[in-house]
């Protein structure tokens, strides 16, 4: 969305007496300061975009371990979940096997090497 788009809707708000002028005047100069779209989303899409897999926290795939880093819920309850949905519902393995597949693993930043290793 564009600034003039959101001014446009934060404009429409304040005519309508959603926003109070405090609350207009306050948004508005976030729109104009220039505030990054990716900063304007909500903490649950960023917290999809970064989703996972993980690579100190696996079993199998690491799908648990990336789902628990990202919602704060320890590992083994995810465990858990998908092992009550392979054995009562059987779509447990079916979206374990989906996830895996679809999302991407975490990466490893390593350091580069610096210049006193190759000196010698």
Same mark, same amino acid.
């Given at each position: 969305?564009? !600034?003039? !788009?959101?001014? /446009?809707?934060?404009?429409?708000?304040? &005519?309508?007496?959603?926003?109070?002028?405090?609350?207009?005047?306050?948004?508005?100069?976030?729109? *104009?300061?220039?505030?990054?779209?990716?900063?304007?989303?909500?903490?649950?899409?960023?917290?999809?975009?970064?989703?996972?897999?993980? *690579?100190? !926290?696996?079993?199998?795939?690491?799908? =648990?371990?990336?789902?628990? &880093?990202?919602?704060?819920?320890?590992?083994? @309850?995810?465990?858990? @979940?998908?092992?009550? /949905?392979? @054995?009562?519902?059987? =779509?447990?393995?079916?979206?374990? @096997?989906? *996830?895996?597949?679809?999302?991407? &693993?975490?990466?490893?930043?390593?350091?580069?090497?610096?210049?006193?290793?190759?000196?010698?």
């Amino acid at each position: 969305m564009s !600034d003039s !788009d959101e001014l /446009g809707k934060l404009a429409d708000l304040h &005519q309508r007496g959603v926003l109070s002028d405090d609350e207009f005047a306050r948004a508005k100069a976030r729109v *104009l300061n220039g505030m990054p779209s990716s900063a304007r989303t909500s903490p649950p899409v960023s917290a999809l975009n970064q989703f996972r897999r993980s *690579l100190s !926290d696996r079993w199998l795939g690491g799908v =648990c371990g990336g789902i628990a &880093q990202a919602t704060g819920v320890p590992s083994w @309850v995810w465990r858990l @979940v998908f092992t009550f /949905g392979i @054995v009562f519902a059987g =779509c447990g393995l079916a979206l374990y @096997v989906l *996830l895996w597949i679809l999302v991407p &693993q975490e990466q490893l930043y390593l350091p580069a090497p610096s210049d006193t290793m190759h000196a010698g």
